[in-house]
């Protein structure tokens, strides 16, 4: 059997340790079926036809059927319509207040607490807004210019700087979330993975089978398949989520015109080799874990996020020295570049370099984890200390 | 000669655990290596297996026409000593796993599984999760996975641990079955009975030196007991006349009555007897071949005793 066989093997088998097709399913379930409680919900109050009935005792306030209210000038006194109300005869009662600061002011009283008080509220506020113009004589022009008196279009002398219309970052940021969530589900499970088989005693068995860089590509290789499924099962569900309120909810045609599908090859190029990398490190601490629950090198495994963080802290600035750096260096390349990207031109020879600065890293990371996991075997049940594992790196 | 390891030496920091050890395996033999805890079985394994290298000395395995510095992994069935399979795996999957990675497809597989676990009454359960059986049956399923890909060298270290005796009587039959299929095996274990069935040569090892080494009349004649003789006479002896007539033989007075006397063989029964019977009357003789677990104890103490007086 080749190693190349044997690779396939185990990510195989690593895939299919984490992967429950019934737990995925039962997931996926659950999601359907909130969606279609939000579905019933927002048909039950979408097709609701009956007005809530609000008594006003105001002498010039707002009269006759505004949306989904119906007011109605009481005939009697606050005390009757309160019984009134406590029988459910009807919904509110709306009295008016003295003015304060030119402001119109009102009590409500209601049963209890609904959620269609927020919607009576913009309703005043609508029809206020509305009176007040028309006693100042302003046009809807005039209100406008109030609202949003500046209206500022950005242009850049950096020709790079990519204009907002043609801005990607909302693909790019997605891109990065994705490969947080990539990696959180790498971390959790290979670190499971790795020192679970140690727990279990199978790795003796296991290295008497192959060799430790197999036994690592095949346990990074699975691990990454597993994340690009929880990648690819988020981003579905994301896409779904949003067809299903957009197009279900709101009755709006599926809008994904803020993808920019032209970048889209390169940033999942770059969230692969990111996936990797950050996989092979973990597998590598993970690997030099003897107990996890007394080794203080678990906390090293939160490092792969370091990159994401920088970047995101960063991104404000992409033509700046610190992007420039982010985008080149090769331990957070994957996940500066490709925001990069979305925000300003990249030539294809700074995409290539950042794409071979990742590349060469990845397999660095990947022979450190084979390494540390022959150390392992090796130093046979002992942990080893910083000293050995630098050792053993750089051998 | 399969294995030969040849004044090889494995250091951890300061500590020697394997000292200047030399000694051969034969193709299709039962080789046992014994030894007290911390005595270096478990370093020469590892070096054996490949997952060490020693620091001095070599080590050749003859395997398809060629010497390697270890066996080679498709060559090996291991059972190490800190051993386990995926608990929440069913037997099948475990064991069809490990086939897998020793490029045995699942027809033939499923076959050799199924003649191993039938062995040992665990064919009825191989849908099973691993961690539902007991302690002794998970055990023997490690002992099929070692085996599984039936490779030409199965070492198996304690494989009667954790077993009652009507398991480590399977274990006995198991390992006899590899006998007869071709394969070398190196075990190390603790229960001499069983070794003492099983094994065609042993190594007896303490502080990381070999002590003993050879079949068992080897052993014996190394130790130089092979039989002990308790003689009981029915008066008092004297003591000088006794140092006298056992000159050429090593005893012990149990009391000013009773003897025992070890002999390197049986032949040497005759002329022991002589020299007793001018002692006086013998009222009760006993004769007993010293088996291996006592064979082990003398040759322990006596190897721990000439270290002490090193020491001094």
Known sequence: MTQLNKTWLVAKWEFMHFFKLKQELIGKAVMLLIALMVFFWHNSQGFSTQKHKVAVISETSIMGEFELFEFNKASLSEAELKEQLNNEEIDAILVEQAMENS?????????GKHSWQNDLINVLNTYYSAKVTQNLGLTQQQLNQIKNPVLISNHYLDTKVKSE????SETAVG???????????SFAQIFVSITGEKQQRVTEQLYACMDSQTWVDGKILGQMLLA?????????SIVLGFGFFQVILNGQTLDLSFIDWSLLPWFLLFSVLGLYLATAFMAAIAAAIDDPNHSGKTSFMMLPLVPMILTFMVMDSPSGLAMTVLSYFPLTAFAAMPVKMALIEVSVWQTLLAITSTVITCWYARRLAGKMFKMGMVMYGKEPGYKEMFKWAIS | MQITINNVVKRYAKVEAVKQLSFSVQQGEIFALLGPNGAGKSSLVRMLVGFTHPDEGEIQVQFNDQIHSAIPGEALGYLPEDRGLYAEKTLEQNLYYFAQLHGIDKKEATKRMDHWLEKFDLLDRKDQALKTLSKGNQQKVQLVNAVLHQPKFVILDEPFSGLDPINQEKVVVFLSELKQQGMTVILSAHQMSMVEKLADRMLLMNQGEAVLYGDLTQIQQQVGVGTQLTVEFSAEFNVQKLSLALNNFDFEALSNNKVIVNLVNTSQVNEALTQLMTLGHIDNLESKKMDLHQLYLKAISDHQGAIQDDAA
């Open chain 1, 175 to 185: 891109v990065l979330i994705l490969i947080g969530l990539g990696i959180f589900v």
């Open chain 1, 103 to 111: 402001i119109a002011t009102f009590k409500l009283y209601s049963l």
């Open chain 1, 165 to 168: 219309d043609k801005n990607s």
């Open chain 1, 228 to 236: 690009l499924k929880a990648m690819t099962s988020s981003l579905i």
